[in-house]
């Protein structure tokens, strides 16, 4: 299957457009413009023993890499051996592996990682914490009125492809190509050159309502902290937890509301109100506003409340792609801490 054909059901799934400002989502690396994909590999970090990992599974040749967090985040002027990120980048290259990470994008998906943490912790109503309409990733729409064939489609596919700037879509007799800023420009020439008796409309792609970040479950029956406690347990599969209290609770003090954040829960969870929040980690003084706020804390360390999702983002991939394209998922990727 085309890297490209991939790339764009994964973005069907969870566009890029509903991550985070300040996250570095999407395609990531690029070995090749004509790349295939057999076989794709899940990890939520991705380290160089699990990149190691990928490489050395039987079967189909390993294509793409879903990491989960973005192995490539902050700016870089070099690619050496010096730091692990440069290693990781240039060995993917070198292997003609591609990288791809979803990150907010997946927190903010209805029925993404946020929702899957919410689910193990009781029945009761549901909302994100925090709701926005977030920018798409391609501000651009351009219609070309009567050209929503298969041939006319192929031929409006490898415009984009060869500006390399969108994406086309079909709504009704139309196509419609949605397109970022850089390419517009050159965009328009090649669609009205190819398409000189159609119609083209421009407009505005509108914003995506996101589900939003955390989640906030109020419970149809409150049940007791200790109770809790091991839901969140059972749930990550986790033999401890850290829990913090305000002084006077008790092991049986009642929930009823609980906020949830998967990962770091500093800036999402830091004005919620709640019987309970839940996250990975918090900062020390996080936490102590929380309790004297009278909520209780429970921290799982910062990867262990996203990757059980997974699991369940394979078999979502799965019956999107419905092809012969293998899935596997890290055995080695791990949250770097423990309890001992």
């Avoid at 990682?113 to 689910?119: E, K, R």
């Avoid at 029956?221 to 749930?235: A, C, D, G, N």
Wanted: hydrophobic share 40%.
């Amino acid at each position: 299957m085309d890297l490209k054909d991939v790339v764009s059901r994964l973005e069907e799934i969870a566009p890029s457009s509903t991550a985070e400002e300040w996250d570095n989502v999407g395609l990531l690396v690029e070995p090749r413009r004509d790349a295939k994909v057999e076989h794709i590999f899940l990890t939520n970090d991705l380290t160089e023993e699990v990149l190691e990992e990928a490489l050395q599974l039987g079967g189909k040749r390993v294509g793409l890499v879903v990491s989960y967090h973005p192995p490539l985040f902050s700016p870089m002027k070099r690619l050496t051996q010096r730091s692990s990120k440069e290693r990781i980048l240039l060995k993917a290259i070198e292997a003609g592996v591609a990288i791809y990470s979803p990150h907010t994008a997946h927190d903010n998906l209805e029925g993404g990682v946020n929702d899957w943490l919410v689910s193990g912790l009781g029945e009761g109503k549901i909302r994100p914490l925090r709701v926005q309409q977030l920018a798409p990733g391609y501000p651009h729409r351009v219609a070309i009125r009567g050209v929503a064939g298969s041939e006319w489609l192929a031929a409006l596919s490898d415009i984009v492809a060869r500006e390399r700037c969108g994406e086309v879509t079909r709504e009704g007799d139309d196509a419609v190509v949605l397109s970022n800023d850089r390419g517009l420009c050159s965009l328009l020439p090649a669609i009205k050159e190819r398409f000189p008796g159609n119609q083209i409309i421009i407009s505005a792609t509108p914003k995506v309502l996101s589900s939003g970040s955390g989640r906030l479950l109020t419970l149809s029956q409150p049940v007791s902290l200790s109770t809790m406690v091991e839901r969140v347990k059972q749930h990550l599969q986790l033999a401890h937890v850290r829990l913090a209290t305000p002084q006077s609770v008790k092991k049986e003090h009642l929930i009823t509301t609980i906020a949830v954040c998967a990962g770091s829960g500093d800036s999402v969870l830091q004005a919620t109100s709640a019987d309970l929040l839940v996250a990975g980690e918090m900062t020390h003084h996080r936490v102590l506003e929380a309790v004297s706020r009278a909520s209780c804390v429970i921290l799982c360390d910062h990867s262990n409340t996203e990757r059980g999702f997974l699991r369940v983002f394979k078999e979502r991939l799965l019956k999107t792609l419905q092809s012969g394209v293998e899935i596997s998922v890290s055995l080695m990727d791990k949250d770097p801490l423990c309890v001992v």
